[in-house]
Structure formats: C-alpha cells, structure tokens
C-alpha cells in the first residue's frame, strides 16, 4: 500500500511539475487558448468540400422503363454509384445512419402514369445531411440530370412545360450547413493539433534546457515519467475540445443532440491515443526542433486522411487502409454521430476500438523509448 501511494505521489508531483511549465509562460497559455478560438472560427466561416464520389440507395416503386431510364441517366454521370436497392421505406434509415448511402433516390409507383397522363411527377431524395455541403452538391447533381431528362421528354413529346420534379428532405441537418458539419469535426481536430504538439515538445523541451538528466536520477521509473508526462497534456486536449464546443454551440448556434458523457468518453479515448503518439515522438527527438518536424510531418497527412474535409470513401483504396492508423478519423467520425444524431455508445462503440489499440500501441512504445534512454 506505502509502495502505491508513492507511486501516485511521485506521479502527481511530476503532473504539477508540467502544468505549471505549462500554465507559468505566458506564450504558451496564449497558445493554448487562442488558436483553438481562432482556428474553429476560421474553418467554421471559410471550410468547403468538393464533389467526387456519391454512394447512393434507390427505392423504385414503380418499376418500369420510365423509372429505369432515368437511373440509367443517373449512372451514366460516373459520379453516382449504386450500394444498395431497397424494398420498402424502412430500409432507408439504416443505409443513412450506417453512411452506407449519401442519399436514397424513392421512385413512387404511379410514377410512370403521371408521365405518361403529361402531369408532373415527382422523385424524392433523402440526403444524409451530417456531409452538408457534400449531400448538397449532390442534390445538385440530381436536379441537373432530372433537367436532361426533362428535355428529352419535351423533346419526344414537343410539351414545354417539365415533366419531372426533385424534393428532397435533408436528414441530421435540415438548412445543408456546412459548419454543421464542420465545426463538430473540429472538437476533434483542432484539439489534437494543440496536444501533439505539447506532447511532442514535452521531453525534447527537457533534453534542451537540460533538465531531463535531472528527471533521470529521480526515483521515477520510465512508467511513472511516462504517466507523469501524458496527464496534463489530455486534460489540455479535453480542455480545448470544450473551447470549440462552446464556440459552435453558442457562437454558431449548432445544436447538440447527443450526450455529454459519450462525446467525452469518446474524446477521452482519442485524446490518449493522441498523447501515446506525441510522448513517441517526443522520445525519439533529440531538440525541440526535431519534435516540431516530426510532429509537423505527421499532422498533414493525418489530418488530409481523417475524412474531415474529403470522405474517406472518395480515397483510392491504399490511403483508405491507411486511415485506419489514423485516431482522427474515427475521432471524428464519433464526435459527429454523437453531436448531430445523438446516437449513444451502443452505435459508436466500434470506434473507440481502435483509438483504444492505438493507444495500447504507442503508450508502451514510448515507455519502452524513455526505458532505452535510460541505459
């Protein structure tokens, strides 16, 4: 029991020891806190997506040449690729939650009828809006077709009125905003890139300054130092996700449908993994100098594979491998399901395995990089 308590006072010593590093200059706590203000409020004003890949589920109840034809229409564009062919309606919410479809296109059965009687028939799309401006775009694209399609039927028909019409119905975010989908997005983001860097920077600043050999002589196992050391850098994490939830529940009005304890489990998990990779870099860089490179290295491109600005689908497939070393994408992912659609534990749960193998990975790893420089 004294060998336990001593060992959670060396490491709370050791957490105070890094947050007062961290909170006593005045440039880091400036760091610290306008950056993650400035960068949601950038990327919820000036972010876009673009268009390349839709994956889309068609209810046809009608089942007939019109019908046919105008898919036909909709395959052609090279864009539009059919997953799935539904039954009946209530097939259609579980290819939305699962982001198996961006949108499913519902053909009704009277809809060759209507053509044919010169009335004007109606399609229905239903687009997962969690994507906005990609669920958009891609409303766009089928209104474009409908038109070419129209035009054929007036040019077979001679009528100039159109025959054919679009309504659609945005799910998880009704006004296809894009900050809906971006600024959740962000809590994960922006966070990481603030507590990779402070992790990265953490050991190296030491090595630097040359108080690490004094670190080294103290009682402390490689264990201990480690824990010491990540502590305070995912209760900055955490810190700073809360920072840009307040910006985009109250600065941009975003509402939040799901839990509070499940987005922050979530959080929770991913800040680990995030700390686990920084502590890595930490370990094995010489200067601070080398801690910024490496971490600068790895958060281009773990950031471009997160599926934030550019879905993952849309990747060829070995970048789409590559992902899934990548906590952000699953971060973000978690933090969007949990906030626009409210979905629990039970649905996001898959997630959390791999921020959780990721930081059985890299954690240890860095213990074992303290340990060999020990010797």
């Avoid at 105070?16 to 760091?31: F, G, H």
């Avoid at 909709?74 to 919410?93: E, K, M, N, P, Y």
């Avoid at 050991?203 to 009682?219: C, K, S």
């Avoid at 601070?288 to 281009?300: E, N």
């Amino acid at each position: 029991m004294n060998a336990l308590i001593d060992f959670f006072l060396r490491v709370a010593n050791l957490c105070r020891k890094e947050l007062l590093t961290i909170l006593k200059d005045p440039a880091t706590r400036a760091i610290l806190v306008a950056p993650a203000i400035m960068q949601s409020l950038v990327f919820g004003y000036g972010a876009t997506y673009d268009l390349i890949n839709v994956p889309y589920a068609l209810l046809d109840q009608s089942r007939n040449g019109a019908s046919t034809e105008l898919i036909a229409h909709l395959d052609s564009t090279g864009v539009f690729h059919r997953v799935a062919t539904l039954r009946s309606q209530a097939d259609i919410r579980e290819v939305i939650d699962t982001e198996k479809a961006l949108l499913v296109i519902q053909i009704p059965s009277n809809f060759e009828q209507q053509l044919s009687a010169g009335q004007t028939a109606a399609i229905q799309l239903i687009l997962d809006a969690r994507n906005s401006n990609t669920a958009g775009s891609a409303a766009g694209y089928v209104s474009a077709v409908v038109e070419r399609y129209n035009a054929e039927l007036r040019t077979r028909a001679g009528a100039p009125p159109p025959s054919l019409t679009v309504e659609s119905r945005a799910w998880f975010n009704p006004n296809l905003e894009t900050r809906w989908n971006l600024l959740p997005g962000m809590i994960a983001a922006l966070s990481m890139l603030q507590t990779l860097l402070l992790t990265a920077l953490s050991v190296a600043r030491e090595r630097e300054q040359g108080t690490f050999d004094q670190l080294l002589v103290t009682p402390m196992s490689p264990l201990e130092i480690m824990i010491g050391k990540a502590l305070p850098p995912v209760l900055v994490g955490l810190v700073q996700s809360s920072l840009i939830l307040l910006v985009a529940l109250f600065w941009f009005g975003i509402p939040m449908a799901g839990s509070l304890a499940t987005l922050y489990t979530g959080l929770l998990f991913f800040t680990v993994a995030s700390v686990g990779i920084g502590l890595s870099i930490s370990a094995v860089s010489a200067n601070m100098q080398q801690a910024m490179l490496y971490a600068f290295v790895l958060l281009m491109p773990l950031m471009l594979l997160s599926g934030l600005t550019t879905p993952v689908r849309n990747m060829p497939h070995a970048l789409q491998v590559a992902t899934l070393a990548n906590p952000l994408r699953f971060a973000i992912d978690l933090v969007q399901r949990v906030y626009l659609e409210g979905v629990g534990l039970a649905t996001v749960w898959h997630n959390l395995i791999p921020l959780a193998v990721i930081a059985a990975i890299t954690l240890p790893l860095a213990a074992w990089l303290f340990r060999n420089r020990l010797v």
